[in-house]
């Protein structure tokens, strides 16, 4: 199993791609809109400038646990829908 983790600009773009990943059949994903700017914290701003998002909007992140063999599916996925995977 392999644990993916990505950064949305916007929950919007993040609850399209889960719907997508979940079609695929990932073994579990978690959302967490806005956990990447929580009020009154600013964000990290150099994840934040490689997604193309200003400090200013809010941010959202991803956690998905996929098959090993689905691993570039869903970094496929993520990235079609806005989204940068770290690790």
Known sequence: MENIIAAFRN??????????LLKQGVINLKLEPGALHPK???PDITLLGRIG?????????????????????????IRKYGGVCWF
């Open 53 to 77: 998002t200003s400090i200013s909007e809010t941010a959202a992140k991803l956690q998905v646990i996929v098959e090993s063999s689905r691993r570039r599916q869903a970094e496929d996925t």
């Open 40 to 42: 009154g914290e600013q």
């Open 11 to 20: 929950p919007h773009d993040m609850e399209k791609a889960a719907e997508a």
